[in-house]
């Protein structure tokens, strides 16, 4: 898929395969060309990505071809077993988790996952969970807490589902308990954006001691869309609204309402996963040794801590 | 020629000294009974022939709660900050300030502690008149810091909830809001101090997804929307109607997240009971 801003690059990109192509048929040297050309598409890509207004970070975010919570976790460790189940209603697909071992330490891996085709996209709901997919959420956590496992989520999603069955169920009662829970967790907890961070439905798994932002992600109390549908009541002023709700990774990290972000790959994770991954896996690594070290009171307090200091007020 | 003639011209007295019926004296229910408002006060705001309750504001609360409407207010001058520099029609510090000069409230919630039939409490009741009873700084700061007040003097805490939720207009603060009053009511609870969360119409969003549903009690008067989605969200979501009394207070006992639904005029009654019950 290619988002509009990217275009003048793709172009370029198209040039350079053609340069390439002729040097091949007619034998004549451009090597010199070819360079200069490649310069000048990596300037380009410095310049567009480093530039991008909020909404096209809005759209990197949502991009189809962006790992997904699944491909971190068995891309960053070496062994995972994913467990399933709520032990109440059902196995919520939007939810996912299992315990994995990352460099030699098991961790408990926790997130919201999205779905690549209309089939999957259907299964998982779109990254959209239920109340039985946060309720399964803390049931790991209480296991992670149980044998004393580090806890680290992935936040992906649109938003909590909203739903006839998920308000029947206490959508707003099981995100509400997960935040609470959360903060009394004895082991250490990460939790990372690595997509979409929309509002309670994120909130309900990113309660931890380092909270981090992948760069070209979102985090708000609301999408783009929506505020635009209730503030301006239409849906066309989704760009005022990003630019309005200052929702990036570096808005919130000006804030202090996030503690650090990771670096992408230029153009977004999904140009190297690869890399994203290894990246991803280090910076667990690094942020998880110090807060080891802490006592569970301390990680606990710290944690109210941060969290109660969070808002701006006039007295 | 008409048949009578009239002998004095019509309607002699100037439009100033006209006697209209001051506004807002009669309250007419969405079932279309209609009340006369003192009669409404007198009866804690609720309808004496259909029991429909009416909204109101900590105003009312803390008159129907404290003892002889005596509390002592706190944190009464805090206001909200624009840290976003938030702009939709107007500027958000605008808003702002018109809602305050409107209402003559600060921001949508108050806090006090007082006593109630004797017993001291610790209540947090929200204003849905001020910008919807949106939730942004000062409302998760005022209820933080009430909780530190019930945690410190060990008083019970309660919580009126009566909210659309979240306030866009302070984006991703709002959000930590929730986060932020969710962890002084898990340090509430360590304590083991009592907190009751009382839902009014309407409770929703960000609200019911943090305090209002944390409750030792969730308790919620008759009638009252309570929801995590609006019902307008959740039928555009699902596509189609939903299905009569959806989201009422009613439906969410039945689905056991209730404890039970109060009639505001016991209200006050039915909480000295429960509170003297954990007492000793």
Redesign the interface.
Known sequence: MLLEFEQPIIELEGKLAEMKQLAESSRVDVTEDVKSLERKILRLKEETYKNLTRWQRVQLSRHPERPYTLDYFYNITDDFVELHGDRTVKDDKAMVGGFGTIGGQTVMLVGQQKGRNTKQRQMRNFGMANPEGYRKALRLFKMAEKFNKPIVTLIDTPG?????E????????A???N???M??LKVPVICIIIGEGA??GA??IA?GDKVLMLENTW????SPES?SS???RSWDYKEQAAE????TAT??LG?G?IDGIIEEPLGGAHRDPDWMYETLKNRILKELKPLMKQSAEERINN??EK??N?????? | MSWFQRKVKGITTPTEEKKDAPDGLWFKTPGGTIVHTRELKNNAYVSPEDGFHVRIGSKEYFEILFDGNKFTELDANMSSGDPLKFVDSKPYPKRIAATQESTRLKDAVRTAHGKMNGLDLVVACMDFAFIGGSMGSVVGEKISRAIDHALKTKTPFLMISKSGGARMMEAGYSLMQMAKTSAKLALLSEAKVPYISLLTDPTTGGVTASYAMLGDFNIAEPGALIGFAGPRVIRDTVGKDLPKGFQSAEFVLEHGFLDFIVDRRDLKNQLTTLLKMLKD
Request: proline content about 2%.
């Open positions: 909590a589902y909203p739903g006839l998920a308000e029947e169920r206490g959508q707003g009662e995100i509400a308990r935040i609470k829970e903060f009394m509002s309670g909130l309900g309660v985090y708000s109390v609301i505020c209730i503030l301006w309005a709700l200052k929702l808005d919130m804030f309402l944690r109210i969290f109660a969070m808002g701006e007020v006039v007295e």
